[in-house]
């Protein structure tokens, strides 16, 4: 980095503000708060436009202009020296899980908030704009999959394709969007879509490894790949007094069999593979009823592309076999991200901002997925983590604290000062 250019980087990342950042973020915490200092902020609900109201209030103080586009993502600009020049991009979602922390998604968000704050107060003047942006539906909790913002900005599926999801409620995900753009109305609007100089999202690890390896910065190298499935069982609901064992359809009993085989087909002795079923309805859900139809949720992860592939693609044939013929079975895929290694230079541009601060850095890989996942078809992308305390995530018990929320806002602020003026990137 040139000189200049490195102070830049520092007065900006010097300027970032730990306690306004801590403020926010606890301020935020207070909408859709549950007990045990969780969230519950899911997406397209009116809690979420609570908060994204805040967010565009603490933008326009800092001087950034608003606009949202048809996937409802929030974007928030601040003009460069040259407002013709591709933007530099950050940014994260700000939808929660059902049992959410106070962190996971928002800290990016509220991060490329402060950098935007850090530019008002300290002056530094950038060549490139700067954006922010929240993306719509990232974790897939009320309508599945995640990341539908991301998916339709970078082109991955049309937006249409997700209208007709519903939600546990039963609410159409289109219609979901529509109600929340109306309220959104006053707001300007913006196309669908862009090509960023580059994007870098901070985001909290959501696992151990930071804070058993004392380290401030986790430099991520890339994301493995998931895969999501939903299947569906049905028999045939009837009296748990009357029928006999021999002649029942009872889609519980199958949903067993098919979760048993599931669970021999995904064993890894390395302990790489990630597997899980966390949702599970069973229908009509009475005692003395035997189920008529089970839905569950399969959420399959792993580092490796042919490894994922083989178990993923093998799921169908396992259920098949394992319900038998007395009940049917309907798959579907709704999700399938293969595994992504970052943008070399942005990856070498956060190591340099993170020495250049005197942080303590490892390289990792992610094991949760992030929209960086789908800007980076479009974008060269990278992301920065912070500690996650004893690695807990999607859990009202998630903490960091705010230095280091702070040190990686610092990184975040100086990683994209350095993509702003590409004259500093030599
Ligand atoms: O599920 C994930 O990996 C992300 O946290 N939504
Ligand atoms: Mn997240
Ligand atoms: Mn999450």
């Not at 950034?64 to 974007?75: H, M, R, Y």
């Not at 178990?311 to 044939?317: I, K, L, M, S």
Request: hydrophobic share 45%; aromatic share 6%.
């Amino acid at each position: 980095m040139r000189s200049d250019g490195m102070d830049q980087a520092r007065a900006l990342a010097d300027a970032v503000d730990e306690g306004r950042q801590w403020d926010r973020l606890m301020t935020l915490a207070r909408i859709g708060a549950i007990p045990g200092n969780g969230v519950n902020r899911q997406a397209l609900t009116a809690l979420d436009r609570e908060a994204r109201r805040l967010i565009i209030g603490w933008a326009e103080d800092a001087g950034a202009q608003i606009s949202v586009d048809a996937a409802a993502n929030l974007w928030l600009r601040k003009e460069g020296t040259d407002p013709a020049a591709a933007a530099v991009l950050t940014g994260s979602h700000m939808d929660s899980q059902p049992e959410g922390g106070r962190f996971d998604g928002i800290y990016g968000v509220v991060a490329g908030l402060e950098v935007l704050s850090a530019l008002q107060d300290s002056g530094v003047r950038l060549r490139r704009p700067l954006e922010v942006v929240a993306w719509t539906n990232e974790e897939g909790s009320r309508f599945a999959p995640g990341c539908m913002g991301s998916m339709a900005w970078s082109g991955y599926r049309p937006l249409a394709d997700f209208d007709e999801i519903a939600d546990p409620q039963g609410v159409r995900f289109g219609d979901a969007l529509s109600e929340h753009l109306a309220a959104e109305a006053d707001l300007p609007r913006r196309p669908l879509g862009g090509r960023p100089h580059a994007y870098i999202e901070a985001h909290i690890e959501q696992g151990p490894r930071l804070e058993l390896e004392g380290a401030h910065i986790g430099v991520v190298t890339g994301i493995q790949g998931s895969r999501w499935f939903t299947v569906t069982i049905t028999g045939a609901s009837a009296h748990a007094g009357t029928t006999p064992m021999a002649v029942r359809r009872d889609a519980l009993q199958a949903a067993v069999r098919a979760i048993q085989a599931l669970n021999d087909l995904m064993a890894d002795p390395l302990d790489r593979l990630r597997f899980t079923i966390g949702s599970l309805t069973v229908e009509p859900g009475s005692s003395n009823s035997i189920a008529g139809r089970v839905r569950f949720t399969i959420d399959l992860r792993h580092p490796d592309a042919a490894f994922l592939a083989a178990r993923g693609d093998a799921v169908e044939g396992t259920v098949r076999s394992a319900v038998g013929q007395a009940e049917d079975v309907a798959i579907t895929e709704s999700f399938n991200a293969p595994p992504l290694e970052f943008d070399h230079a942005v990856v070498a541009g956060v190591v340099a901002a993170a020495e250049a601060l005197s942080l303590r850095w490892i390289a990792m890989p992610s094991g949760a997925f992030h929209d960086a996942q789908l800007v980076a078809r479009v974008a060269p992308s990278g992301m920065i983590f912070v500690p996650s305390h004893d690695g807990v995530s999607h859990n009202p018990a998630e903490f960091t604290t705010g230095p280091q929320l702070a040190a990686g806002t610092r990184v975040l602020a100086a990683a994209l000062a350095a993509h702003a003026d590409t004259t500093i990137l030599s």
